[in-house]
């Protein structure tokens, strides 16, 4: 008989990592559990907050997979049972069973971490953490904001889902500002001290943005502690900013299913062993993407997708009674600063012994002193890396 390979989580991570089971053996049996009918993709959703592209460019469909002879099934993964190997479904009434189970649920914020933040309030106050209905009022906000209006976006401390995201998205939104209502004010609110291509961002806000983006790190009072949904107001420990858009990106952990099935630790993320990526803490359970801990790569859907696609392999050579290999790994992260210019950062490492390295004195950062075509030329160029991810992914 075949052996069964199972995967939590039909996002960058685990898309890849079935695609990649199908292409290396014919020997296992895919099953994808995913509950959504279509995948709605972060990357690019940042464009879609600032009006400049419809959000259906960010949906994605399992059918590519299908067609593949992986057998997606649409459901909720509700528990697991790490002894009896099998995955609990929240429709249906049977368990699926695994010889090695892979999860790749992404995140859930921590509500309540910011006190006032919950659920509800990110109706008010949407974080456009995840794409699709949160992007959209976020987006529906700033389109209804006034000429003159504060907006504010609140950054937590790392980890979380894509480090220069909140800059990115700052960019794109001061520039439909700038454009469409110019007398107003972006404030951003940031629980570091210092932020991913900090030197770029800034260098690029000065340039397009004048004064109207505001950056306050967390020794200048840019930690913040509350919000009141009702009024939008947004209170840092010395103030209190009555915003008129507030983007509150929480902070995070691991998607719910990791903590039920005992695969994180007290930091609320997964510890792996870097090199076949199974759990640290569950036997024949491998976590990639956003919910592992795989410091010091970031988590992006570059590193979901690549991680995926490894421990895919890792996963059939242990199956096959083989060892699991370490490799290079890479990680490119490009961050729009106006529409049609980007910048990005590459890093490099290794996953010997069980344990991510970065290799020094490999990858780095657009140059600061690059001319202006050349940051046009890295606007496509993050314009191709989408369309090969996602073909790579869903395709
Ligand atoms: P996800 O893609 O979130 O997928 C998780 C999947 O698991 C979801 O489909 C979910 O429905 C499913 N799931 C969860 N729980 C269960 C369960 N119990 N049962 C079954 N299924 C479940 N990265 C880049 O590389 N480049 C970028 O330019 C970039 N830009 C970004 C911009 C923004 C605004 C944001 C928010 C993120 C960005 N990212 C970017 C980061 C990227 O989106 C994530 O790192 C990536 O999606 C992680 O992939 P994942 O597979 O870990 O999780």
Redesign the pocket.
């Known amino acids: 008989t075949k052996a069964r390979v199972v995967i939590?989580?039909?996002?960058?991570?685990?898309a890849s990592a079935a695609q990649m089971l199908r292409d290396v053996t014919p020997n296992i049996e895919v099953t994808l559990?995913?509950?959504?009918d279509r995948?709605i993709?972060?990357?690019?959703?940042?464009l879609v907050v600032s009006g400049e592209r419809d959000i259906t460019a960010q949906h994605f469909h399992y059918d590519g997979l299908r067609a593949r002879g992986i057998t997606v099934i649409q459901d909720?993964?509700t528990d697991i049972d790490p002894v009896k190997q099998t995955v609990r479904l929240s429709n249906a009434q049977h368990s699926v069973p695994y010889d090695r189970l892979i999860m790749?649920?992404?995140?859930n914020m921590r509500w309540g971490a910011i006190e006032g933040y919950n659920e509800a309030a990110a109706t008010h106050m949407p974080h456009?953490?995840t794409a699709g209905q949160q992007s959209q009022f976020l987006a529906a906000q700033l389109q209804a904001m006034e000429n003159g209006g504060i907006c504010v976006i609140s950054v937590p401390r790392a980890p979380y889902?894509?480090p220069p995201?909140p800059y990115e998205?700052a960019s794109l939104i001061a520039y439909y500002l700038k454009t469409q209502k110019p007398r107003s004010k972006l404030i951003i609110l940031d629980a570091k001290n210092s932020f991913s291509k900090q030197a770029l961002f800034e260098q690029a806000w000065a340039e397009h943005y004048g004064d109207l983006i505001e950056w306050r790190g967390s020794a200048d009072d840019g930690i913040v502690s509350r919000v009141d949904a009702d009024t939008r107001a947004v209170f840092t420990d010395f103030e209190t900013i009555k915003a008129d858009v507030a983007n509150i990106i929480p902070p995070q952990m691991a998607?719910s299913?990791a903590a039920k099935s005992g695969v994180t630790d007290s930091t609320g993320w997964c510890p792996i062993d870097a090199t076949s990526f199974e759990s640290r803490l569950q036997d024949n359970i491998h976590v990639i993407?956003?919910?592992a801990i795989a410091t010091p790569m970031p988590?992006?859907?570059?590193a979901?997708n690549l991680q995926g696609k490894l421990c895919a392999i890792a996963v059939a050579r242990l199956l096959s009674g083989l060892a699991t290999e370490p490799t290079t790994l890479t990680n490119t992260?490009?961050s729009y600063v106006t529409p049609d210019t980007a910048v990005s950062i590459t890093g490099v490492y290794q996953n010997n012994d069980g344990q991510f390295t970065q290799v020094q004195g490999a990858g780095g950062t657009s140059a600061l002193d690059n001319p202006r075509t050349s940051r046009k030329a890295e606007a496509i160029q993050a314009a191709d890396w989408f369309t090969a991810i996602t073909q790579d992914a869903f395709g």
């Open positions: 939590i989580g039909g996002g960058f991570g685990g559990i995913e509950p959504k995948y993709a972060c990357p690019f959703s940042n909720k993964a790749s649920p992404g995140i456009g953490w889902r894509c995201g998205r998607g299913i993407g956003d919910a988590k992006s859907a570059f979901a992260c490009y």
